[in-house]
């Protein structure tokens, strides 16, 4: 009987469930680039939690270090100093190979610029990561068709990113990095490229997967407007967190979608400009 109480109370004292259920802790991390006698101080000791869940907008001016974090958390580099646990998992000291194996199973990366292969369907563009991840053939046509459908993309499949439109691109880059059910989704800029509408069509796919998966969102914008359709704002200023509150008056994206003019709206308000 006292060994099961003390099973259980080590059991509840995982790191994870302490930090209620935290998938991002990062802890005094620091990042100093070295180019030839200077020192690059791009983060400067950055502390964070980050639920399962959440949806976070990181901004913050260009050089502010939002790129260091995002390739920390996203397993593509190594922090200089300070501790990093990923879903539970200390990513901090992890060989090269680990941290590949690590970003592959529980990160999925949206760019700005979609980041597509271009001579390739969308279908084989979603299976790729579960090509390294070694799934089976079978397997994972189902599962890249599965996750091309949440993105509402199933009837475009077969098409070549070049048959579809940068919404659409970028849909197929939502579905890819979903596909191996990762901890969570990195999202750089992920609206850079796209017009107002599109953006915010993405911002309901964001909404929608957070919402309904309850997918674990962290998105770097510029974009003030885009922003606030996530539910946390950290803002970053010369390597370090300056601001970190939860979004007041969100907005959701399915609404602003029903005031924003649609494409035959724009098209016909601009031909009857034309004629006047
Ligand atoms: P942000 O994404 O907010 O624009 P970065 O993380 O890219 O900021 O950059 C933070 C600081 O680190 C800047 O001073 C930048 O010049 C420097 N920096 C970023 N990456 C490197 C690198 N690979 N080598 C040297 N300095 C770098």
């Known amino acids: 009987m006292i060994e099961t109480s ?3 109370t080590a059991e509840a004292r995982r790191p994870s469930e302490l930090m209620n259920d935290a998938v991002i802790q990062l802890e005094n991390i620091h990042k100093t680039y070295h180019l030839g006698d200077i020192d690059v101080h791009a983060l400067r000791g950055v502390s964070v939690n980050v639920g399962r869940g959440e949806y976070v907008a990181i901004m913050g001016p260009s050089g502010s270090g ?58 084989e563009n979603v299976e790729l990561p579960m090509i ?22 199933k009837d475009r499949m077969r098409n070549l990113p070049n048959q579809l439109s940068g919404g659409q ?10 596909v191996n059910n990762p901890a969570i989704i990195l999202a750089d800029e992920p609206t850079g490229a ?11 796919v964001f909404q929608t997967l957070n919402a309904e998966r309850n997918m674990t969102i962290i998105l770097v914008t510029h974009e003030h407007d885009i922003s606030e359709y996530s539910k946390r704002v950290i803002v970053f200023r010369d390597g370090r967190i300056v601001k970190d509150q939860p979004m007041t008056g969100r907005r959701s994206a399915a609404e602003t979608l029903r005031e924003l003019p649609t494409e035959e709206e724009l098209d016909a308000a601009a031909a009857e400009e034309m004629t006047e």
Request: aromatic share 4%.
């Open 194 to 204: 796209l017009d107002t509408r599109t953006s915010v069509e993405l911002m309901e």
């Open 169 to 178: 691109q970028q849909r197929v880059a939502i579905a890819r990095a979903l």
């Open 132 to 153: 390294y991840a070694g799934v089976r053939a079978k397997e994972r046509a189902r599962r890249a068709a599965e996750a091309l459908e949440i993105v509402g993309l």
């Open 6 to 8: 003390l099973e259980a």
């Open 66 to 123: 939002k790129s260091t974090m995002m390739n920390i958390i996203g397993c593509l580099d190594h922090p200089t100093r300070g501790n990093y646990l990923l879903d539970g998992l200390d990513v901090s000291q992890a060989s090269k190979a680990d941290l590949a194996d690590i970003r592959n199973k529980k990160v999925g990366f949206v760019f700005q610029s979609f980041n597509l292969v271009s001579r390739t369907s969308a279908l």
